[in-house]
């Protein structure tokens, strides 16, 4: 058993480690670094925000900024990249325990935002010199927030069928079209965007990805609100935009392998298995001392809580296991598909579990009502539950094709 549990989670130094999966010294060390330095520099208005989600992310923008450059000069900001761009170069384990560190004390995952999560890993691939040069030091200071123009009314998890348009004039692109769910674009200076170059080639082959000034002439940015009444994401019209040639990365109608390059940086969702621990325990905590204490009692509720204790803990090896592949070199497929479906699951069903908690009090705005409502956008960013299912069963279980 153990043999098998070693070779399945090969990522401690120490034998005996691996089964408990306690750190080695140098990880130990590391880990007290991370911790020592969140005690010292983090905003105290900022611990815990993690765990609320993008509408905490976007109403503490200013502590988020300072703690960002608290990042920044540390040479934290962004730990994936090679350290030549700027990047903390940090291996997989030690990215992994930084984000454990900053989970457990509910700081945000990440406070560079796609600029250091998706544009700039892609640009250190596949940019020009020149774009590296102008766009890299700016994500890396902050000084830019950046959007992603992916998803249509008509493209989401059939993404390589969108429609707007860029058609080349000279040394310039004009683009027409529509995007929709663009997280920040309200706030954002510049936007990563797929485009259709070529109507006639087969659709994943007529695709190019552009970077776009969002003060260009031509973009109107429209909130939409969610159902929790927060406006964190929105519609963006093109009409007749123009961007230069030279904001193209990679060729003209190979976009799409541009745009998919970034899942290589993408890390487990440990940031989100630790949140719903700390959630849960929040939870326990009121249900033990808070104004519910009776209502701990009932059986339903004890059961309830007993049953997304296990599941937590489920969540915290399925993220294990995306680490370990990912510290031996492997890239995640299905087992990353595994664990998003299921800890987006049951973060909705932890938020079911507080509205039970809370009773009438769950009909108000509070932390509960908030906390349900954002819960059901989980199962759909990031890829759905149905795509992730697919995923599962086409790569994982070899079924075939519906
Ligand atoms: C909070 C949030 C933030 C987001 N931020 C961004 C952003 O910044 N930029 C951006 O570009 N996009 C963003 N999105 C959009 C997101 O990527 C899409 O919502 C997602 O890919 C699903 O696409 P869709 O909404 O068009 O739904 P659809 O793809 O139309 O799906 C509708 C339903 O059909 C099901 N379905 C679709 N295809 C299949 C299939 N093959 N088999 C079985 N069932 C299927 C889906 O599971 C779903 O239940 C965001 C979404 C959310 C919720």
Sequence with gaps: MRERIRERFDFTEAADDMVTFADSEREAAWRREVREFIQKEAPKELLGAGELGEGAFFSRLGAIKAWRDKLAQKGWIAPAWPKEYGGAGLSVVEQFIMNEEFAEAGLPANVGGFGVT????????????????????????????????????????????????????????????????????????????????????????????????????GITVRPLTTLAGTQTFNEVFFEDVRVPVKNRVGEENRGWYVGTTTLDFERSSIGSAIGIRKNLESLLQRAKEGKDASFARSPMLRYEFADRWIEAEVARMLSYRVVSLQARGLIPNYEASMCKLFTSELQQRIANLSMHLFGMHGNIRNRASMGYMMSVAATIAGGTSEIQRNIIATRGLSLPRG
């Design 118 to 217: 998706m544009v700039g890993p892609t640009l250190i691939v596949h940019g020009t010199e020149e774009q590296k040069a102008e766009h890299l030091p700016r994500i890396l200071k902050g000084e830019v927030i950046w959007c992603q123009g992916y998803s249509e009314p008509g493209a989401g998890s059939d993404l390589a069928s969108l429609q707007t348009r860029a058609v080349r004039d000279g040394d310039e692109y004009v683009i027409n079209g529509q995007k929709i769910w663009t997280t920040g674009a309200q706030f954002a200076d510049w936007m990563y965007m797929l485009v259709r170059t070529d109507p006639d080639a087969p659709k994943h082959r007529g695709i190019t990805y552009l970077l776009v000034d969002m003060k260009t002439p």
